[in-house]
């Protein structure tokens, strides 16, 4: 008999064993069994939640992506202008909780799953729009109409340097990486400049 009030526990349990497993294999060639195993439940009972190990990933997605938009409302009701909100946008995509080894793996087979499965292409297009719409209207003062490819290529960066990590094999450096995409942008704006 299912203790009452026992789901959600299990369920976040299952969603951050899944985030973990997936980061230490690099892939999605994980096994439901694996992944409660982490969690300490067994398999039958992961998939009573879940149904299988797709959806159990796309809720991992959703855990993530909830995590970064909390992060992210919290940044930019703190900046105090458009240039805080252009860093805090950028900052908040290479925190710790964003960019540790595990969810960066989580990110590359997101990607990947989004060009077959229509719910994690639907959870990606929302991630995009939300974060250039959130690109734009930080960079609108500070440079105009040339704000909608500047967010292209801001958003175009941040991915980037996500892809970069997943290839690599050390511990991801938001400062770096942050750094990275920051130094792009302002050679951007001088280069329009000059």
Aim: contains cysteine.
């Amino acid at each position: 008999m299912p203790k009452l009030g026992m789901e959600p526990i299990r369920r976040d349990a299952l969603i951050k064993a899944a985030i973990i497993e997936i980061g230490q294999t690099g892939s999605l060639d994980v096994t439901v069994s694996r992944i409660a195993k982490r969690a300490g439940m067994s398999a039958a009972l992961a998939h009573h939640y879940f149904g299988s190990k797709e959806q159990m990933f796309l809720a991992a997605m959703r855990h993530v992506l909830s995590v970064y938009g909390a992060e992210i409302r919290g940044a930019l009701t703190a900046a105090e202008n458009s240039q805080a909100r252009l860093r805090a946008l950028v900052l908040i995509s290479f925190t710790g909780s964003n960019f540790r080894r595990e969810v960066v793996a989580a990110w590359l087979n997101f990607y990947v799953m989004a060009q077959r499965q229509p719910e994690a292409a639907r959870l990606l297009r929302i991630y995009q729009a939300r974060l250039r719409s959130n690109l734009r209207h930080a960079l609108r003062p500070l440079v105009g109409t040339r704000c909608t490819s500047l967010a292209e290529g801001v958003a175009a960066m941040i991915d980037g340097v996500y892809l970069h990590e997943a290839l690599g094999t050390g511990e991801p450096d938001g400062k770096r990486a942050s750094a990275t995409v920051l130094g792009w942008f302002e050679a951007a704006i001088r280069g329009h400049a000059s």
